[in-house]
C-alpha cells in the first residue's frame, strides 16, 4: 500500500476515533449530572499525564527500532522489563494509597488506569516503529469503541441510578475499555515482532544506558507537552475554585470548558494521522531529508487543519445539542476561540518530531513546553479573572502561536534549512486536495452519465 492510500486511511481511522471520542463524551455528558462530569473529565486527563510520562521511555524503544534493526530482540526485551515493571510498580501504589488513604475515585482511577495507558503507549509505539500503520490505526479506536459498547448498554440499563452510581460505573468501564485496548495492541505487536523471545523479560545494560539519556528527556518533554495542553483547563479549575470557593460551581464550569476543549481537539486528532506517517520516515531518514520531510509534513498539517477547523467550526453547534445545549451552550465561544490556536499547535507537534526523532534531542521539547506553559499559565492569571472561559481559551490560543513562533525560529537556527519553508504555503502543497476533488468530480460525472 502506498504512502498516500496509508494517508487517506489513517485519515479515516483518525476522524473515527474523534468521532468516537466525541460521542463518548456525548454519552457521559448526557448521563451524568453536569459537575460529575468535571470530576470523571479531570480524572481522565490525570491519569494521561501519566501516559505522557512513560511514553519519553516508550519513545526510546520505538526511536531505537528503526535504526537499530539488527538489534530488534534486545531492545524490545528491554522494553519489556522496563514498561512492565514501571506499570506493576504503578498499581502497587495505587493498593497502598487504595487501603491506607481511602482517596477520591479521581484520585483512585487515574492512578489504577494510568498502567494500562503505559502499556498501551508502548504497544502502539512498538507498530508505529514497525511501520505498522494499519495495526496502529485500529489500536488507536479500540479503546474508544469498547467503552462506547459497554458505557451504552449499561447506561440504557441504569437510566435512573443515583449520581455517584453513574460516576462509578463510568470510571470502571474506562478502565475495562483500557485494558481491552492494551490487550489487543500488545498481542498484535509480539505477533508483528514475529520472534518468541520478543515476549521475554531481559536486562541490557547497553539499552540502559540509551533509556537513561534519551528516556528520561523524551519522557519529560512528553509530560510536559500534555502539561502544556492542559494548562488552560487545569487554570479555569484552580482560578474558579480560588475566586467562589465553591467546589460545586467549580466543577461544573471545568465541565463546560472541558467540552469545549474536547471538542476543538478533534482537529487535533484527525491531523495526526500525518504526525505518525511523519514519524517512522523522519527517524530513519538523514537530517537533510528529515528537514524536506518536516516541511511538506508542517505545511500539510496547517492546510488539512485550516480546512477541518471550517468545518469543525459549522458543525459543531449542531452536535453542541447532542451535549445538551442547555448544558454545554455556553462552551462555544470558548470553542471557536481555541480553533485557531490548535491549528498552529498541530503544526508545531509536526515539527517537534525533527528534534526528537531526527536530531535526537528531546530536551528541546522540553524547554520549548516549559516556556509555552509559564506563558499560558501567566496569561491565564490575569485573563480568567477578566472573561472567564473565554480568557482561559484566548489564553491558549496565544500560547500556542508562541510556540510555533520558537519552534520555527530554532529550526531555523539547528538544520541549515529555512524556517520560512515550515509555514509558506506552496501550490504544490495543495495538489493532492486538488486531486481528490477532480477524483470526486469525475465519479459524479461518471455516474450522471
Not at 494500562?116 to 511501520?131: I, K, P, T
Not at 511523519?278 to 492546510?303: C, K, M, P, W, Y
Not at 480546512?307 to 458543525?315: C, D, R, T
Not at 509536526?350 to 528534534?355: A, E, G, L, M, N
Request: charged share 15%; aromatic share 14%.
Amino acid at each position: 500500500m502506498n504512502q498516500r492510500r496509508i494517508t487517506i486511511y489513517s485519515f479515516i481511522y483518525r476522524g473515527l476515533s474523534a468521532g468516537l471520542t466525541f460521542v463518548n463524551s456525548a454519552i457521559a455528558a448526557r448521563y451524568l449530572p453536569v459537575a460529575l462530569r468535571g470530576e470523571y473529565q479531570t480524572s481522565v486527563t490525570y491519569s494521561s499525564s501519566g501516559q505522557s510520562f512513560s511514553g519519553g521511555y516508550s519513545n526510546y524503544f520505538s526511536w531505537s527500532l528503526p535504526r537499530r534493526p539488527e538489534d530488534t530482540i534486545r531492545i524490545v526485551q528491554m522494553g519489556n522489563f522496563v514498561m512492565f515493571l514501571l506499570s506493576i510498580f504503578v498499581w502497587l501504589i495505587a493498593g497502598c494509597v487504595a487501603w491506607f488513604g481511602h482517596p477520591s475515585q479521581i484520585v483512585l482511577y487515574a492512578l489504577l488506569t494510568t498502567p494500562l495507558s503505559f502499556l498501551f503507549g508502548y504497544g502502539s509505539r512498538l507498530l508505529n516503529s514497525l511501520g505498522e500503520i494499519s495495526w496502529l490505526n485500529r489500536a488507536n479506536i479500540a479503546q474508544a469503541v469498547s467503552f462506547l459498547v459497554i458505557y451504552s448498554a449499561f447506561a440504557i440499563s441504569h437510566l435512573h441510578a443515583s449520581g455517584s452510581t453513574k460516576l462509578g460505573w463510568t470510571f470502571k468501564i474506562w478502565l475495562l475499555s483500557w485494558a481491552i485496548s492494551v490487550g489487543m495492541t500488545l498481542f498484535v505487536a509480539y505477533r508483528k515482532l514475529g520472534a518468541r523471545d520478543a515476549i521475554k523479560w531481559k536486562w541490557s545494560n547497553e539499552e540502559w544506558r540509551g533509556l537513561r539519556s534519551f528516556g528520561t528527556w523524551s519522557s519529560l518533554a512528553l509530560l510536559s507537552g500534555y502539561v502544556n495542553y492542559r494548562t488552560d483547563f487545569w487554570m479555569v479549575s484552580i482560578m474558579t475554585m480560588l475566586m467562589t470557593h465553591d467546589r460545586m460551581y467549580s466543577d461544573s464550569i471545568v465541565s463546560i470548558y472541558g467540552i469545549a476543549v474536547t471538542a476543538a481537539e478533534i482537529l487535533n486528532t484527525l491531523t495526526q494521522s500525518i504526525s505518525t506517517m511523519v514519524f517512522h520516515r523522519v527517524t530513519a531518514a538523514n537530517s537533510n531529508d528529515a528537514g524536506a520531510i518536516t516541511e511538506v509534513a508542517t505545511r500539510q498539517t496547517l492546510v488539512t487543519s485550516t480546512g477541518l477547523a471550517i468545518a469543525l467550526a459549522a458543525v459543531v453547534p449542531a452536535l453542541m445539542v447532542i451535549y445538551s445545549w442547555k448544558k454545554y451552550g455556553g462552551a462555544i465561544g470558548p470553542f471557536y476561540i481555541l480553533l485557531p490556536g490548535l491549528i498552529l499547535k498541530a503544526s508545531a507537534n509536526v515539527i517537534s518530531q525533527y528534534f526528537t526523532n531526527s536530531k535526537g534531542k528531546p530536551r528541546t521539547l522540553l524547554f520549548v513546553n516549559m516556556m509555552v506553559i509559564a506563558f499560558n499559565a501567566i496569561l491565564c492569571f490575569f485573563l480568567i479573572p477578566l472573561l472567564g472561559m473565554y480568557g482561559a481559551s484566548i489564553a491558549s490560543s496565544v500560547a500556542y502561536l508562541f510556540e510555533m513562533s520558537v519552534y520555527v525560529y530554532w529550526y531555523n537556527r539547528v538544520s541549515e534549512r529555512k524556517g520560512r519553508d515550515l509555514w509558506v504555503i506552496r501550490r504544490s502543497d495543495l495538489q493532492p486536495y486538488m486531486d481528490v476533488l477532480r477524483g470526486v468530480r469525475r465519479r459524479v460525472a461518471g455516474r450522471q452519465g
